[in-house]
């Protein structure tokens, strides 16, 4: 029995060292964690994976080089991602997972119904969120600590100015997009806006995003003839199959989608010479700028696939890392002073969150954004332009 | 509506009713002779398209080879169904019912890691268009027409014509008589699951290449098949037959004159006034 006394203590003493040196135990306090509630998997995965690829690799280059400095300290950073299939019931309970059990106090969400139905929760537990997704009333008042980080149709609609000149015989609009959130403000305020230019909007339909058939719909749209199809807000593999569809119908004009595509993947689906001509906001295969190019390379050297989307979704690690450099401190509430005042660079320029005249606050993410022509399968950079507001 | 316009949304609705009928007739043929529902239905359609996404796209094996191999492996799948869950419970409906279920969340679960998280396309195995009465249709689309009609006419004389189908409908009539006639009750519900996922998978891999494929594609068209067979009876293929051509048309017509959500509302509203006088379906017999 004598002996019991000393190994005991030795061994708490041992297990006492050993917790003390364990990664993200003793280290705890030195660690900024960043919730990613993002699609992994099904139709809306495109733009989940490069925005949790793109999040990792901004983060990861900052842990490379000793991590981030804040007040003297260093901090490492680190994603924890869920995946929440853009369900609705998913997404509120991985927000929920990241803020009650994860802890963390910065999150990510893309999605727009997703954000809509997880907005209590986040201001409720005042965590800074910087969202990739389209709905009304998200970047408001209300929400002070949403911090919009990416150009949403009231940002975007600027290039029916470019389209009105520059291809002054399109004038019948249609509009195809999911019956969500999502959806309807993305159609209200295109509408609005393209009406407004002096189109005449002659469809406007809304679609579940299951459907795969969109035959009868096509028919009812293509019966109004348009020059363009606007399929705001849809998912790349919807739009593939609307494409694909609308070819075979015989629909001859162009297809523009000013939220974000992959049109890879809609490539992929509808055949390269049915997307040909097809306007897209925010996806840019080539000539991509030096700056972008570096950042191909580091995306393709760590994810081990390129992936386009990944260049605009690089937007909510990029603004955050500036914010905490400028507030020195990881209180939400700091950084999310310190998102109303600083200019950081994203990809493609200049960026900062301003807005305030248009949401009456200023937390919507202004740059000038990339719009594309797809040429040949692959899609073009044809203009950058600044939003109507700043 | 303009006259032109219906022409061309009740061509569009015979195609979309074809593809409804291929996914009942499994369906509908496994609920008439064990009296359960294959949820799992679903998710072999979502595998059948798949083998045809490896198999033809994939590997470059001929798209009838292909065809021919989803049918077969997915038949053999439906088997070992039957052997390791249905058998196992007795024939209990809830069990297997409730087994059914946890299979197909465990497909669709293991789709993603599997076959991947982005959206898979096949290429177009009948390409080009062609004019029916006015209206241009993709070949492919139109190709669905005769393949289902070849199908249900095989299911037809399969079932009416030979002794293994024969002794189905005696165990569809009275299970225990049939037994006592000397039926082999196990082996011939084996061969329903067999020809039950054997159409699923049929299904699934006629639309690999017209839509796109992802570990939860089979969800709609189950919901459809669904539908279906409770408007044509339970247990009918006649009844899947005419409930697919019915929502087919429905989906279509009515969809392009008014759009899709009062076409969902119609078909519903349509079944619940069937339902009202004619409670079976409409085909379907009492129990």
Redesign the interface.
């Known amino acids: 029995m004598r002996h019991w006394f000393p190994l005991t203590w030795v061994t708490l003493f041992v297990a006492a060292l050993l917790v003390g040196v364990a990664p993200g135990n003793g280290g705890a306090a030195d660690v900024i964690k960043f919730g990613v509630a993002t699609p992994?998997?099904?139709?809306a995965?495109?733009w989940g994976?490069p925005h949790k690829g793109a999040t990792e690799l901004i983060f990861d280059e900052i842990n490379s080089q000793g991590g981030l400095e804040v007040g003297g300290k260093k901090y490492k950073l680190e994603v924890i991602a869920y995946d929440h299939k853009y369900v609705i019931a998913e997404g509120v309970a991985t927000v929920n997972r990241l803020i009650a059990k994860d802890g963390v106090k910065f999150i990510s969400i893309l999605g727009g119904t997703v954000v809509k139905a997880a907005e209590e929760a986040v201001n409720e537990a005042r965590v800074l969120n910087l969202p990739l997704a389209y709905a009304d009333g998200l970047v408001s008042p209300k929400n002070p600590y949403t911090f919009h980080s990416f150009p949403s149709p009231p940002e975007t609609v600027i290039f029916w100015n470019w389209i009105k000149q520059h291809h002054p015989q399109i004038k019948r609009v249609a509009s195809i997009t999911p019956?969500d959130d999502t959806g309807w403000w993305s159609l209200k305020v295109e509408t609005k806006y393209v009406e407004k230019l002096g189109y005449e909007v002659v469809a406007r339909?809304?679609?579940?995003r299951?459907?795969?058939?969109f035959?009868?719909?096509l028919?009812?749209v293509l019966?109004q003839k348009p020059d363009i199809i606007s399929v705001l807000a849809s998912p790349?593999?919807s739009v593939?199959?609307m494409i694909k569809q609308a070819r075979?119908?015989?629909f001859k004009g162009r297809f523009i989608h000013i939220g974000q595509m992959d049109t890879s993947?809609v490539a992929?689906?509808a055949?390269k010479e049915n997307v040909e001509g097809t306007w897209v906001h925010g996806y840019v295969q080539t000539p991509l700028p030096e700056k972008v190019k570096s950042w191909q390379a580091r995306y393709t050297k760590k994810h081990g696939e390129w992936n386009a989307t990944s260049i605009d979704f690089a937007n909510p690690a990029f603004a955050f890392v500036a914010a905490v450099k400028k507030a020195q401190s990881v209180d939400p509430k700091k950084i999310a002073e310190a998102l109303s005042t600083v200019e950081f660079d994203n990809l493609w320029g200049k960026a900062h969150f301003g807005g305030k005249d248009y949401y009456g606050i200023g937390n919507q993410i202004i740059y000038p954004m990339p719009f594309s022509e797809v040429k040949d399968g692959v899609a073009h950079l044809v203009v950058q332009l600044s939003p109507p507001h700043n | 509506m303009t006259s032109a316009l219906l022409v061309q949304s009740a061509v569009i609705g015979l195609s979309i009713g074809s593809i409804y009928i291929l996914m009942a007739l499994g369906l509908t043929l496994m609920f008439g002779m064990m009296h359960i529902i294959n949820f799992a239905h679903g998710a072999i359609y979502m595998l059948g398209a798949f083998v045809i996404y490896y198999v033809y796209f994939q590997w470059g094996v001929p798209y009838v080879a292909a065809f021919v191999l989803a049918m077969l492996l997915l038949g053999a799948g439906g088997y070992l169904v039957e052997r390791s869950i249905y058998r196992p419970v007795k024939g209990g409906i809830e069990p297997t019912l409730v087994a059914l279920l946890a299979l197909t969340t465990l497909l669709q679960a293991a789709g993603y890691p599997v076959f991947g998280t982005l959206d898979k396309h096949v290429p177009p195995v009948f390409s080009g268009t062609r004019n029916v009465l006015g209206v241009t249709i993709s070949v492919e689309r139109l190709m669905i027409i005769p393949i289902a009609a070849v199908l249900v006419v095989s299911l037809y004389v399969f079932i009416n014509k030979t002794r293994m189908g024969a002794a189905m409908r005696a165990i569809e009539q009275d299970k225990e008589a049939a037994a006592l006639q000397g039926v082999n009750v196990n082996v011939i519900n084996g061969l329903a699951f067999a020809v039950g996922f054997a159409l699923a998978a049929a299904a699934g891999a006629l639309m690999a290449p017209i839509f796109k494929l992802d570990p939860m594609m089979g969800e709609q068209p189950l919901l459809k098949a669904f539908i279906i067979i409770i408007l044509g009876g339970l247990g009918s293929i006649p009844g899947a037959i005419l409930g697919g051509l019915i929502l087919g048309l429905i989906d279509s017509i009515v969809a392009t004159a008014l759009g899709a959500e009062p076409a969902f509302l119609l078909s519903f509203v349509f079944i619940i006034l069937l339902l009202l006088f004619r409670p079976t379906g409409l085909f379907g017999h009492a129990p």
């Open positions: 992994l998997s099904g139709p995965a495109p994976i019956n339909e809304f679609f579940e299951v459907v795969t058939d035959n009868p719909m028919l009812r019966a790349a593999g593939g199959l075979v119908l015989g993947v992929g689906i055949g």
